[in-house]
């Protein structure tokens, strides 16, 4: 008997695990109302050689691993960089974009969306070749100490925040690379100058795949990187983890979802749902 009854708990706890789960995995269990009324969706992406770029389709899974190409609608409008992607669904009630966690949000113009089924975070990287300069070290030495307070303000920390005594060491660096990673970099730059006054650091943003290869071919002193290093990069570089990021994904404030699931964002950047009507119609058919 006892036996018999904690069977028919398991299978209580399990069923109602089942419909937490399937409530969860998004919005078009039931129907959005205005969504029929957006019309054909605008899916805004970054440039191929982005960073984030790269993440999120590898999160939609998306991303063929072996060439680094991805399946996002060639008919896609193209930002060159979060804020251009921000501005882009702000202006635009009918599109949906995805950014760092880095972007100031106005609620009042965009606002952040769930996405169900998957992780969105990714981590931010430093990379550089051969040895550093006793500057370089010193830097990366107050970033991975006292510098993870700055991180902290809007991104996650890699180490706990400790005290930071720079050795003065002299020089400058050339630092270039991400667009997402830019600003944070900058921040931390700033910061340590103020502690070293003999340091001098340049950051430049244009995006991974140009800093990581900057750094192989001795234009940067240190890449900046949000993705994960190619196999080649990954052999000729040495990364160091900074930070860790989330990719939001954004709408329009006057677009009523509030959530979607991993699965039909795929089928909207690969170009499968073209209108946002599609995701009532699928809601309709369950």
Not at 82 to 104: C, H, L, P, Q
Request: a negative charge; one cysteine or more.
């Amino acid at each position: 008997m006892l036996k018999k009854n904690l069977q028919k708990t398991m299978a209580a706890i399990a069923m109602v695990a089942t419909m937490i789960t399937g409530c969860s995995q998004g919005t078009t269990n039931v129907r959005v109302d205005g969504l029929n009324s957006l019309g054909k969706i605008n899916i805004i992406s970054r440039e191929e050689e982005s960073g984030t770029r790269n993440v999120f389709a590898q999160k939609l899974g998306i991303l063929d691993e072996t060439t680094g190409k991805d399946k996002i609608a060639d008919q896609c409008t193209v930002a060159d960089s979060n804020e251009a992607a921000y501005e882009k669904a702000a202006d635009d009630k009918s599109a949906i974009a995805y950014v760092s966690s880095g972007v100031d949000l106005d609620e009042s113009k965009v606002k952040s969306i769930t996405v169900t089924g998957s992780d969105m975070t990714r981590s931010f990287y430093l990379a550089y070749k051969g040895e550093m300069s006793d500057v370089e070290e010193d830097f990366i030495r107050y970033i991975k100490s006292e510098g993870q307070k700055k991180v902290s303000e809007k991104y996650t920390t890699v180490a706990d925040p400790a005290t930071f005594l720079s050795d003065k060491a002299e020089g400058k660096i050339k630092i270039g690379g991400s667009t997402s990673v830019a600003p944070l970099v900058e921040e931390l730059a700033d910061e340590y100058m103020k502690l070293n006054s003999n340091a001098t650091i340049t950051v430049i943003a244009t995006d991974s795949g140009n800093g990581l290869s900057g750094a192989m071919e001795g234009t940067y002193d240190i890449g900046m990187s949000s993705r994960e290093l190619k196999s080649y990069e990954d052999e000729l570089l040495t990364k160091v983890e900074i930070a860790k990021d989330e990719v939001h994904v954004i709408v329009n404030k006057d677009n009523p979802i509030e959530r979607i699931t991993i699965d039909q964002l795929a089928d909207i950047y690969t170009g499968k749902v073209t209108e946002w009507s599609q995701l009532n119609a699928t809601a309709e058919e369950k």
